[in-house]
């Protein structure tokens, strides 16, 4: 199987895309903070599935890479509530796309959880 064709990946790379298009909205002075953050967080989550999925030989690489996705996750959750805050973005627009940051970390969750079914070797540990 192909890391594109996990749910996880699919859904992060969409988030992420929706929130490079609604970025583009951002005041100009926000250029080289908020928006280059949550730009950055988001596509570092699908671009690191890809990379998790590719350790899966490694039960313990595959989890650990998929924890540093769950955390980039969280960050980018954390730059949502800023764009709302700051009035960047609307209550609609905020509480779907963390509604949606939210489904992807429990998928990712699911696959620390469950390594063995995204093809983990258990022979191989670390």
């Given at each position: 199987?192909?890391?594109?064709?996990?749910?996880?990946?699919?859904?992060?790379?969409?988030?992420?895309?929706?929130?490079?298009?609604?970025?583009?909205?951002?005041?100009i002075?926000e250029?080289?903070?908020?928006?280059?953050?949550?730009?950055?967080?988001?596509?570092?989550?699908c671009?690191?599935?890809?990379?998790?999925?590719?350790?899966?030989?490694?039960?313990?690489?595959?989890?650990?890479?998929?924890?540093?996705?769950?955390?980039?996750?969280?960050?980018?959750?954390?730059?949502?509530?800023?764009?709302?805050?700051?009035?960047?973005?609307?209550?609609?627009?905020?509480?779907?796309?963390?509604?949606?940051?939210?489904?992807?970390?429990?998928?990712?969750?699911?696959?620390?959880?469950?390594?063995?079914?995204?093809?983990?070797?258990?022979?191989?540990?670390?």
């Amino acid at each position: 199987m192909d890391f594109r064709e996990l749910l996880a990946y699919q859904k992060a790379f969409q988030l992420a895309m929706k929130i490079f298009n609604i970025s583009k909205s951002f005041p100009i002075e926000e250029k080289y903070s908020l928006t280059d953050q949550i730009r950055r967080s988001s596509r570092s989550v699908c671009a690191n599935i890809a990379e998790a999925y590719r350790k899966r030989r490694y039960t313990n690489h595959f989890i650990s890479k998929l924890t540093d996705r769950d955390a980039e996750n969280s960050e980018t959750n954390v730059w949502l509530e800023f764009a709302y805050i700051c009035e960047y973005i609307s209550k609609a627009d905020y509480t779907n796309l963390t509604e949606q940051n939210i489904e992807i970390g429990k998928l990712i969750n699911y696959m620390i959880n469950n390594p063995d079914k995204f093809g983990c070797n258990s022979k191989y540990k670390s």
